[in-house]
C-alpha cells in the first residue's frame, strides 16, 4: 500500500546521500558499498523476520528531512539538565553531529582520548583500526544506512591499564526545526586491562519528529572491565533505531544496562561477540511503557569460543495500548564449549490492551555447555495483592509496589546510586 | 466485636459457606475446628475480604460497621488481621517497606500522620523478640526464602506490629514443629488482652494447648454443628469428626 511511498523516501535519502558524499568523513569506498547494500535492501517492514513487531518502513515517510543544519539552539544549560552523575565527563552529540563546545574537554584524565569521530577516523591510528570492523553494514539495512550517512559522533579510547572510575556520558540530543533524521556514530575503545564507565543517553528537546538512527561500536580488550549504559528518555515524537556492537576479548567483563523509559518507537540491537576465551558480559534491561510506545529490544549473543559467560536479564511493564517485543538470540558455536548462557525475559501486563511478543532463541552446536533461557508474561500477582490489601495497603499502592518490586530486579544492577535514583524517579513517573 | 449471621459463600458458583452463624465478643478466644473441606479457611478468606469468594445471603457486623461492605484494604484498617496459611512471597519488596507502608497506610485511615522512624524501629525492635524472629529477616524481601516457621512467625510479628482488633488465625499451626508452635503461641498469647479477639481456625487441638480458647465450634459442612468450651477440643481429638457427621444428618 505504501510502497510507492517508500521508493520515494527511499530515493530521496540515496539523492541525499549523493550530494553530500563529498562533505562526509572517512572511507567513501565503505559509504558508497554501504549505500547500495541498503538500496538493494530496503527499509525493513514487517515482512522481514526480524521486524515483525515494529515497521520503521511505517514511520520513515517522506516529511523526515536529513537536514542537520535545520536545528534550534541546544544551551549549556539544556545539557546540565541531561547530566545524570554529577562528576563526569560530559560529551555531547546534537542532532547527530559532535559538540565541541558543548564537550568541554579541559580535564580529561590521562590515557582517556575524546575526540569527534569525524576527525578520529581520519587522523587517529586506533580509530582507524577499530572503524566500521565490528558493525558489519551487511547486517541490518540501518547499518548500512549509518554507515554510508553518519555525519558525526564521538571517539572514545580508554588506553592499556588505564581504570577510571568516572563516568562518561555521552548525550544524544535531538531539537530540530523539521522532522529529521539524524545518524551519529560512536567508536568505544577500552584497551586492555583498561577500566571504564560510559552512560549512552538519548534526549530530545521540542515536539518536532525526531527518527534517531544511532550506531555504536565497542572493542573491550584482554582482560578489560566496562560498564555500559544506555538511558533511552526521548519524548513522545522520538523515533529510535540503536544498534550497538560490542566485541569482547578475553578474561574480560562487559556489562550492558539498557532502559527505555522514553520515545514512541524503540528498536534496540544489541549484538555482543566473544572473540576470545573467558570473556563474561551481562546484558540487563527493563522497559516500563505506556499509552502506545513500541519498543522492542533484539539481542545476538554470539559465543564463537569456548569459556565465556553470558548472561541477559530483560523485564517490561506494559501498559495501556503500548507494545513490546524481546527477542534474545544465543548462538553457542560448535568450538565454544563450556560456555554459560543464561536468559530471561518477564514482562508485566497492566492492561487488556497491551501487548508483549517475546521469543527466545537458542542455536546450540556444542555439547559440553550450561544454557538457559525463560520468559513469563502475566498480570500482577493477585495473592501478592491479596496479601498487601490484607494489611491495609490501599490497591493504587499495593500495585505500584509490586511493580517497583518487579522492575527493582532490573534497576538494582546499577552500580551508580546517582543513576538508579534517577532511573526509579522516570519509573515512578511513567507509572503515574 | 464481630457478629455473623447466617452467612452463604461460594466460590466458583459452589456454595461453601451455608448458613454460618457465630458471635464472638471482645477478648474473647474462638476456636473453629472441622474436617478438611468443612469451610473453615473459606471462613477465614471471606472475612479478610479476598475477592474471588462470592457472599451470597447473610451479614457481618464488625465493631457496628457492615465488614462485608468494606474492601480488603479498609478491613485491616479497622482492625481485621487474616494470618495466612500460605503466607505470599514477594520478592523485591522488604519486610521492613512492607510494614512501614501498611502501617502509615492505617494511620492515614485514621486521620493520622506517618509514624515516626524511631518510634517504627523502636517497635520493630520490640515485636520481633515477641516471636524470636531473626533481625535479619525483617531486612530481605517478604517471606522469600524464609522457611515454614518462619513465615509464620512473621505473620504473627506483623499481627503485633499492627495491634488488630481482631486476629484471623488461618492454620497457623499447619506445618510447624514443637518449637515453633510454641513460639507462635506465645506471641499470640502476649498479644491476648481484654480487648482483642481472636478466631483460631484449626483442624488439630493441638494448637490448643498452647492458646487455651473460651470457646470452640465445629464447622461441618459449611454450618457450624457443635459448640462448646475447650474440652469438645478434646473430645474431638479422642473421637474424630466422624460422630458429628452422623449427628448432622440427623440434625
Known amino acids: ?432 | 466485636m464481630i457478629t455473623i449471621k447466617n452467612l452463604h459463600a461460594s466460590v466458583d458458583g459452589k456454595e461453601i459457606l451455608k448458613g454460618l452463624s457465630l458471635e464472638v465478643k471482645d477478648g474473647e478466644v474462638h476456636a473453629i475446628m472441622g474436617p478438611n473441606g468443612s469451610g473453615k479457611s473459606t471462613l477465614a478468606s471471606v472475612l479478610a475480604g479476598k475477592s474471588e469468594y462470592e457472599v451470597t445471603a447473610g451479614e457481618v457486623i464488625f465493631n457496628g460497621k457492615n465488614l462485608l461492605e468494606l474492601s480488603a484494604e479498609d478491613r485491616a484498617r479497622e482492625g481485621v488481621f487474616l494470618a495466612f496459611q500460605y503466607p505470599v512471597e514477594i520478592p523485591g519488596v522488604s519486610n521492613i517497606n512492607f510494614l512501614k507502608t501498611s502501617i502509615n497506610e492505617i494511620r492515614a485511615y485514621k486521620g493520622l500522620g506517618p509514624i515516626e522512624p524511631k518510634e517504627f524501629l523502636a517497635m520493630v525492635k520490640e515485636k520481633q523478640k515477641l516471636v524470636e524472629l531473626d533481625g535479619k529477616l525483617t531486612g530481605r524481601s517478604v517471606n522469600e526464602g524464609f522457611s515454614g516457621g518462619e513465615k509464620k512467625r512473621n505473620e504473627i510479628f506483623q499481627m503485633a506490629m499492627l495491634e488488630p482488633s481482631l486476629g484471623i488465625l488461618d492454620e497457623t499451626d499447619s506445618g510447624l514443629d514443637i518449637d515453633a508452635l510454641r513460639i507462635v503461641a506465645n506471641g499470640v498469647n502476649k498479644l491476648r488482652d481484654a480487648k482483642r479477639s481472636f478466631i483460631l481456625v484449626t483442624h488439630y487441638q493441638r494448637l490448643l494447648d498452647y492458646i487455651v480458647p473460651d470457646f470452640v465450634h465445629v464447622l461441618y459442612n459449611g454450618r457450624i454443628v457443635k459448640s462448646g468450651t475447650k474440652e469438645l477440643a478434646l473430645e474431638l481429638e479422642e473421637k474424630g469428626y466422624d460422630w458429628l457427621k452422623s449427628e448432622s444428618v440427623e440434625a
Not at chain 1, 171 to 183: K, L, M, W
Not at chain 1, 359 to 388: R, W
Open chain 1, 1 to 432: 500500500m505504501n510502497a510507492t511511498a517508500t521508493i520515494t523516501f527511499k530515493d530521496s535519502l540515496l539523492a541525499h546521500f549523493e550530494q553530500s558524499l563529498p562533505s562526509l568523513f572517512g572511507d567513501a569506498q565503505l559509504r558508497r558499498k554501504a549505500a547500495l547494500y541498503f538500496e538493494e535492501k530496503g527499509i525493513p517492514n514487517r515482512k522481514w523476520e526480524d521486524y515483525k513487531y515494529i515497521n520503521p518502513e511505517a514511520v520513515l515517510k517522506s516529511d523526515f528531512g536529513f537536514r542537520t543544519n535545520r536545528m534550534r539552539e541546544i544551551t549549556p544549560h539544556d545539557i546540565n539538565e541531561f547530566k545524570l552523575v554529577k562528576d563526569s565527563i560530559v560529551i555531547v552529540i546534537a542532532n547527530g553531529i559532535y559538540s565541541a563546545e558543548l564537550s568541554p574537554m579541559n580535564t580529561l584524565p590521562v590515557g582517556i582520548t575524546i575526540s569527534n569521530i569525524a576527525d578520529a577516523v581520519v587522523s587517529n591510528e586506533i580509530a582507524k583500526k577499530h572503524y566500521a570492523k565490528y558493525a558489519k553494514f551487511d547486517a541490518d539495512p540501518f547499518v548500512a544506512l549509518n554507515t554510508a550517512m553518519c555525519a558525526g559522533g564521538v571517539f572514545v579510547h580508554v588506553a592499556k591499564n588505564v581504570q577510571t572510575k568516572t563516568p562518561i556520558q555521552i548525550i544524544h540530543v535531538s531539537n530540530f526545526e523539521t522532522p529529521s533524521i539524524a545518524q551519529p556514530r560512536n567508536l568505544i575503545v577500552v584497551e586492555e586491562s583498561a577500566e571504564a564507565i560510559v552512560i549512552e543517553s538519548y534526549e530530545t528537546i521540542g515536539p518536532i519528529k525526531t527518527f534517531l538512527n544511532t550506531l555504536t561500536e565497542v572493542y573491550v580488550g584482554p582482560n578489560a572491565k566496562f560498564d555500559h549504559y544506555r538511558i533511552q528518555t526521548e519524548g513522545e515524537n522520538a523515533f529510535q533505531m540503536n544498534t550497538l556492537q560490542a566485541s569482547v576479548c578475553g578474561n574480560s567483563l562487559y556489562n550492558t544496562y539498557t532502559f527505555t523509559l522514553g520515545g514512541i518507537f524503540t528498536r534496540n540491537n544489541l549484538n555482543i561477540l566473544f572473540t576470545e576465551k573467558n570473556g563474561e558480559a551481562h546484558l540487563y534491561g527493563l522497559y516500563p511503557i505506556t499509552n502506545s510506545q513500541v519498543v522492542d529490544n533484539h539481542t545476538i549473543v554470539d559465543h564463537a569460543v569456548p569459556n565465556c559467560m553470558s548472561n541477559e536479564l530483560y523485564k517490561g511493564v506494559v501498559n495501556e495500548k503500548a507494545s513490546a517485543t524481546f527477542n534474545g538470540k544465543i548462538f553457542v558455536r560448535p568450538d565454544a564449549q563450556k560456555t554459560n548462557a543464561f536468559q530471561t525475559n518477564r514482562n508485566i501486563l497492566l492492561s487488556d490492551d497491551a501487548t508483549v511478543n517475546t521469543k527466545p532463541q537458542l542455536e546450540i552446536y556444542a555439547d559440553d555447555v550450561k544454557c538457559s533461557h525463560g520468559t513469563s508474561t502475566g498480570k500482577v500477582n493477585e495473592d501478592a495483592m491479596f496479601y498487601l490489601q490484607a494489611r491495609g495497603i490501599g490497591k493504587e499502592s499495593a500495585r505500584a509496589l509490586l511493580i517497583r518490586a518487579f522492575a527493582e530486579e532490573v534497576v538494582d544492577q546499577v552500580k551508580i546510586e546517582e543513576l538508579r535514583d534517577y532511573i526509579d524517579k522516570r519509573i515512578d513517573s511513567i507509572l503515574k
